[in-house]
């Protein structure tokens, strides 16, 4: 794929730009007689958010909504306590990358974010320069002249990106912003998120590549069936399912020796798994778990090499509450 790979960008600091809320308050939207959100409540603070759900979760109603383009049954979306709908000074604050297409074919990439810069308020010369910058920014600098329809499926999620941040908004919301990219353009495409939300702004971020969501953030927000499961950092929601067993694997020189001592204290453990090299505990109560390991390592009897979480992932969260 052509196209240079993203300049680094200096962040800008977190206290150049004010915080903003981006609430949600009580939305639900029907589609005929099916209700696709039900009273969902909750805010999007400055930072990224991971925006996460099955198929038939509700994500792509709640982005139309988040970005003005559909309008709430009940309840709104408000930024700063104003409501979003029909609301140009709230819209104008807001940036949106689609998963879908939305790009004149015939138009050059400088061409199209420089028109786009215009319907943003930017005028002549300066247009131009903020289109250029822009486009640079997110690695499209030796393809700037080039037709947008000649462009590769990354290039153009690439140019989205330039586009949606021309005004430099308060809140910008992704959809689905990494498909199609290589694998660098992905660790690129992170860092500039990252950046953006340490820069004080309000990034959302949907997207079904659990560990990618987890590399932009450790903050997400999970819907299904129409409403929020879940919200909070990944340890947090982890730490509220305690009705699931934690697995932790120990590397050990002396596997069943371990699991013999372990199987001696009751109700520590509810299974066991040996492996090479070690074993896998299952438990309900991790920090004893963890304490008694400690002591036995300590007695000398068996020596404990490392002692890993197996499920405080993303994608293990999501599979217990989804599942």
């Known amino acids: 794929m052509s196209g240079a790979a993203v300049a680094p960008a200096a962040a800008q600091p977190a206290a150049g730009r004010a915080p903003c809320e981006l609430k949600v308050d009580r939305v639900s939207r029907w589609y005929g007689d099916v209700l696709a959100l039900d009273a969902v409540d909750f805010s999007f603070a400055p930072g990224v958010t991971g925006l996460l759900g099955p198929n038939g979760a509700g994500k792509s109603t709640l982005i139309r909504l988040l970005v003005g383009l559909a309008r709430p049954g009940d309840g709104a979306v408000r930024l700063d306590g104003q409501p979003v709908a029909n609301n140009l000074d709230a819209l104008a604050r807001i940036g949106y990358v689609a998963d879908s297409e939305g790009i004149y074919e015939e138009l050059s990439a400088r061409r199209f974010v420089a028109d786009q810069a215009r319907v943003r308020g930017f005028a002549g010369t300066a247009a131009d320069a903020r289109a250029e910058a822009c486009l640079l920014r997110v690695g499209l600098g030796d393809a700037l002249d080039r037709r947008c329809g000649g462009y590769s499926k990354g290039m153009r999620q690439r140019l989205k990106l330039a586009q949606a941040l021309l005004h430099d908004p308060d809140v910008l919301v992704l959809d689905e912003p990494l498909n199609g990219?290589?694998?660098?353009?992905?660790?690129?495409?992170?860092?500039?998120?990252?950046?953006?939300?340490?820069?004080?702004?309000?990034?959302?971020?949907?997207?079904?590549?659990?560990?990618?969501?987890?590399?932009?953030?450790?903050?997400?927000?999970?819907?299904?069936?129409?409403?929020?499961?879940?919200?909070?950092?990944?340890?947090?929601?982890?730490?509220?399912?305690?009705?699931?067993?934690?697995?932790?694997?120990?590397l050990t020189d002396r596997p069943r020796d371990l699991a013999r001592e372990l199987l001696t204290h009751e109700q520590l453990l509810s299974g066991l798994q040996m492996t090479e090299g070690g074993v896998i505990l299952e438990t309900l109560r991790p920090d004893r778990a963890c304490a008694q390991l400690q002591q036995i390592a300590a007695a000398g009897a068996v020596r404990v090499w490392a002692v890993d979480p197996l499920d405080e992932d993303l994608a293990s969260v999501f599979a217990y509450l989804v599942d």
């Not at 340490?198 to 999970?222: K, P, Q, R, Y």
């Open 181 to 250: 990219l290589d694998p660098v353009m992905r660790r690129d495409f992170i860092r500039i998120i990252r950046e953006l939300g340490d820069a004080g702004a309000t990034v959302v971020v949907s997207s079904h590549v659990l560990h990618e969501v987890e590399a932009m953030t450790n903050s997400i927000v999970l819907l299904h069936h129409g409403q929020v499961l879940a919200e909070g950092t990944v340890a947090h929601i982890r730490d509220l399912l305690d009705t699931f067993a934690r697995r932790i694997r120990v």
